[in-house]
């Protein structure tokens, strides 16, 4: 299952947004997003965890937790399907 966790603060890195989704299973992947030209965080990214049973105790525990002084957001990400 794909997550997304938005509103990460600025100063975020990668290993730390591993770190905070590892208390709850496996991760097959973590991408946080940066800024070319700023070289920051764009305050959010993508943790892919394959176990859905784990996935959705970490959005229950992490949605709406006070993360370095910022409320985070964290849901399951949405695959976008055109039609025709």
Same mark, same amino acid.
């Given at each position: 299952?794909?997550?997304?966790?938005r509103?990460?603060?600025?100063? @975020?890195? %990668?290993?730390?947004?591993r770190?905070?989704? *590892?208390?709850?299973g /496996?991760?097959?992947?973590c991408?946080?997003?940066?800024?070319?030209?700023?070289?920051?965080?764009?305050?959010?990214? @993508?943790? %892919?965890?394959?176990?859905?049973?784990?996935? *959705?105790?970490?959005? /229950?525990?992490?949605?709406?937790?006070?993360?370095?002084?910022?409320?985070?957001?964290?849901k399951t990400?949405?695959s976008?399907?055109?039609?025709?």
């Amino acid at each position: 299952m794909k997550l997304i966790a938005r509103n990460l603060p600025r100063t @975020f890195t %990668e290993d730390e947004l591993r770190q905070l989704f *590892q208390p709850f299973g /496996k991760i097959k992947s973590c991408d946080l997003i940066m800024d070319q030209h700023t070289g920051q965080t764009k305050g959010f990214g @993508f943790i %892919e965890m394959p176990r859905m049973v784990e996935a *959705q105790a970490a959005i /229950k525990d992490l949605n709406k937790k006070n993360v370095l002084g910022k409320t985070i957001r964290v849901k399951t990400t949405r695959s976008v399907h055109r039609k025709h």
